[in-house]
T-cell receptor, first 114, second 112 residues
């Protein structure tokens, strides 16, 4: 079953604008990860935030995590046409020794227009 | 360093046949996971191997199986293919679950 749910499902912006995607999840987590996928190809790992962290930056990416609300957000600043892709959050859940099992949301499809 | 390599990239099979997909992880990564991606169900976890042992398994029928070799390379096998098995199959490797996963480009399987 899907644990992460991204919002919005689709987002269309102009180059240079910021893009914000949100993710909600259901159970306790070890960490939450964001991935990008270009048109049916492999996933690219963007950033990982641990359950005891609240905010993390990587280049133009900023991720926040609120474990009390079981939610995360991904902000892409100064977006470029090359950022056009689907973005997925994935949770590494804490449950009974289960490992290597990322639970993905359905993703946000971002379109950045030049 | 080389990324995660999946072969073949594309595959067309007939219902009832079986198929084997291959994944070579990043050197030094001992954990290999497999995922199925379809438009309807999204990304779903199949199984995870670590040091040749299956550590975790998703909710898929027994027709889906896998294994890992001593060099960490992994294969997954789907027997008695069904039309619904058409999907992008992704392999991911990791050194440690707390550092994220590196995915391969996937194998796109079409069952006709």
């Amino acid at each position: 079953s899907q644990q992460g749910e991204e919002d919005p499902q689709a987002l269309s912006i102009q180059e240079g604008e910021n893009a914000t995607m949100n993710c909600s999840y259901k159970t306790s987590i070890n960490n939450l990860q964001w991935y990008r996928q270009n048109s049916g190809r492999g996933l690219v790992h963007l950033i990982l935030i641990r359950s005891n962290e609240r905010e993390k930056h990587s280049g133009r990416l900023r991720v926040t995590l609120d474990t009390s609300k079981k939610s995360s957000s991904l902000l892409i600043t100064a977006s470029r046409a090359a950022d056009t892709a689907s973005y997925f959050c994935a949770t590494d859940a804490v449950h009974g020794g289960s490992q290597g099992n990322l639970i993905f949301g359905k993703g946000t499809k971002l379109s950045v227009k030049p | 360093k080389a990324g995660v390599t999946q072969t073949p990239r594309y595959l067309i099979k007939t219902r009832g046949q079986q198929v084997t997909l291959s994944c070579s992880p990043i050197s030094g990564h001992r954990s290999v996971s497999w995922y199925q991606q379809t438009p309807g169900q999204g990304l779903q976890f199949l199984f995870e191997y670590f040091s040749e042992t299956q550590r975790n398994k998703g909710n898929f029928p027994g027709r889906f199986s896998g294994r890992q070799f001593s060099n960490s390379r992994s294969e997954m096998n789907v027997s008695t293919l069904e039309l619904g098995d058409s999907a992008l199959y992704l392999c991911a490797s990791s050194w440690d679950r707390n550092y994220g996963y590196t995915f391969g480009s996937g194998t796109r399987l079409t069952v006709v």
